[in-house]
């Protein structure tokens, strides 16, 4: 059994897309932190869409501009809904802003 901490989780700066079922809309999302994303997301891109977002596994062009990254929390509630995803390892999504101050 690989520990949490093998090189192979380690995609730092990896850029990936998710693409949507149903408004067909992507995003671009770079790994911020050490951990493991998940293969499928709720669609990010439109309101109220219902669709699911699918990675593309990291085969994307590096030359791309992210948009959201994934991000390991410094803590977490034990009632947050995400609580066991990021106690397994797992990163959370937020969206990148232009505040770089
Ligand atoms: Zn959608």
Redesign the pocket.
């Known amino acids: 059994m690989k520990s949490k901490d093998s090189i192979d989780d380690d995609r730092r700066g990896n850029k990936n897309i998710y693409t949507?079922d149903?408004?067909g809309?992507i995003i671009v999302t770079v790994d911020s932190d050490r951990g493991v994303t998940p293969m499928f997301l709720a669609?990010k891109?439109?309101t109220n869409?219902r669709?699911t977002m699918t990675s593309a596994m990291y085969l994307v062009d590096p030359g791309l501009n992210p948009t959201w990254e994934w991000y390991r929390p410094d803590s977490i509630a034990k009632d947050d809904v995400a609580y066991n995803h990021v106690v397994r390892g797992g990163l959370l999504l937020r969206e990148i802003t232009d505040d770089k101050s």
């Open positions: 949507c149903i408004c809309c669609c891109s439109t869409c669709g």
